[in-house]
Every structure is written in structure tokens, then in C-alpha cells.
């Protein structure tokens, strides 16, 4: 099973700033990572997929990184409805696909 | 637009069966595998299933290998998810998922439905 480490846990940041998160996989999985955006009581969403492209309906702001074992999100400026739990999820060797524990963003 | 809505769930005693169905519309069903995930309770994500987009290809997770069947009727738009042998551990929110098409990328899904198995 390919294991997923994000980090970190939790990111404090405020409104306007900079977030940059993190996703480790325990062998490489090609471009085969995507994000996920969740927020309380609701599904995810998809954001990124194949590392770096956006998922329809997804603002600019977001854009995603890397390959082989090592990937970033990254939101460029972070908007109020930004602050929520995100998971990257990779599909190298389905169907044995797996998602990271979450990155969860508060506000500062 | 695209919307999946689940059903089905509910409190159930360990080793015994529940059916969740999904009602899937705003897409060509029938032209796409869909996929369960579940989220136990303050836990992360954990795929479960997936059918292909006719249903003639079947994937589990191990840890539901054997307990679990996915289904799909392309007449009615119902995707569906026979549990059997239930365990503690199986008590989860279940999401039905539509596949993007690239396989194993999740780009719509249900509101989920909640699975309690207890005693």
C-alpha cells in the first residue's frame, strides 16, 4: 500500500496570505496525485488532478506541484471560504488507491 | 448539473446486512464507472469500491473484500452497495462517487449517508 504523509497537521493562516501544503507518498506515484477540498458536513471536492490540473469550476488561486514522491498544493492568496481540511489521494496502483490523513487550514 | 443522492443507511447490529442505493442524474450514467468512499467518524477518506461504467468490472478494498458487493442498474441510474457481515469498523459516512473518466479520480459526489454498526 502506498502511504500518504501531509503536512502539516494544521496551518494557521490569515486571510490574503499564502498557503503551501504538503503531500509525501511512500514510493512514487508518477503524476497520479490529486487534491481534495472538504469542509464541514459536506463531500470533498475535487481541486487538482494529475498534480497540476485544475478540476473545473476551480479558481486560479489553486495550483499543485511535484511528482514521483513529492507534491504541493498551493493557494496563492486564501479566501474566507478557503479555510477547510484538504486530502491528496493518489491512483498509481489502483485499484488499491489511498488518500493522505489531511491538512487542515485555519484562520489565524 | 450533476447530483447523487444516497440512501439506505442507518443504526444496524454487527453481522448483519444493509443495502445503501445512490440515485444518480444531470449525467450519462451509463458511461462512467462510480465509486464508493467512506470517512469513518473523525478519520479520513478510505475508497471502498468501484464498478465499471457497465458493470462487468468489480474492485474492492480489502478490508470489505468479501462482505461487500457494488451493483449498478443503468436502466433506473442506481448505483448500490450491499453490506454484509457489518462490523464496528465499517460505522462510516458512505459517498457515492462519480469517476472523472481517468479513472480513480473522484469529481462529483453524494452528500453521503451515515452507517452506525452497533450493538
Known amino acids: 500500500e502506498i502511504v500518504l504523509t501531509q503536512s502539516p497537521a494544521t496551518l494557521s493562516l490569515s486571510p490574503g496570505e499564502r498557503a503551501t501544503l504538503s503531500c509525501r507518498a511512500s514510493?512514487?506515484?508518477?503524476?497520479?496525485l490529486a487534491w481534495y477540498q472538504q469542509k464541514p458536513g459536506q463531500a470533498p471536492r475535487l481541486l487538482i488532478y494529475?498534480?497540476?490540473n485544475r478540476a473545473t469550476g476551480i479558481p486560479a488561486r489553486f495550483s499543485g506541484s511535484g511528482s514521483g514522491t513529492d507534491f504541493t498544493l498551493t493557494i496563492s492568496s486564501l479566501e474566507p471560504e478557503d479555510f477547510a481540511v484538504y486530502y491528496c489521494?493518489?491512483?498509481?496502483?489502483?485499484?488499491?488507491?489511498?488518500f493522505g490523513q489531511g491538512t487542515r487550514l485555519e484562520i489565524k | 448539473q450533476v447530483q447523487l443522492v444516497e440512501s439506505g443507511g442507518g443504526v444496524v447490529q454487527p453481522g448483519r446486512s444493509l443495502r445503501l442505493s445512490c440515485a444518480a442524474s444531470?449525467?450519462?450514467?451509463?458511461?462512467?464507472?462510480m465509486h464508493w468512499v467512506r470517512q469513518g467518524p473523525d478519520k479520513g477518506l478510505e475508497w471502498v469500491a468501484v464498478?465499471?461504467?457497465?458493470?462487468?468490472?468489480?474492485q474492492y478494498a480489502d478490508s470489505v473484500k468479501g462482505r461487500f458487493t457494488i451493483s449498478r442498474d443503468n436502466s433506473k441510474n442506481t448505483l448500490s452497495l450491499q453490506m454484509n457481515s457489518l462490523r464496528a469498523d465499517d460505522t462510516a459516512v458512505y459517498y457515492c462517487?462519480?469517476?472523472?473518466?481517468?479513472?480513480?479520480?473522484?469529481?462529483?459526489w453524494g452528500q453521503g449517508i451515515l452507517v452506525t454498526v452497533s450493538s
Open positions: 514510493q512514487s506515484v508518477g503524476r497520479y
Open positions: 489521494q493518489q491512483r498509481s496502483n489502483w485499484p488499491r488507491i489511498t
Open positions: 444531470g449525467f450519462t450514467f451509463s458511461s462512467f464507472p
Open positions: 464498478i465499471s461504467y457497465d458493470g462487468s468490472n468489480k
Open positions: 494529475d498534480a497540476s
Open positions: 462517487a462519480k469517476d472523472q473518466g481517468m479513472g480513480y479520480y473522484f469529481d462529483h
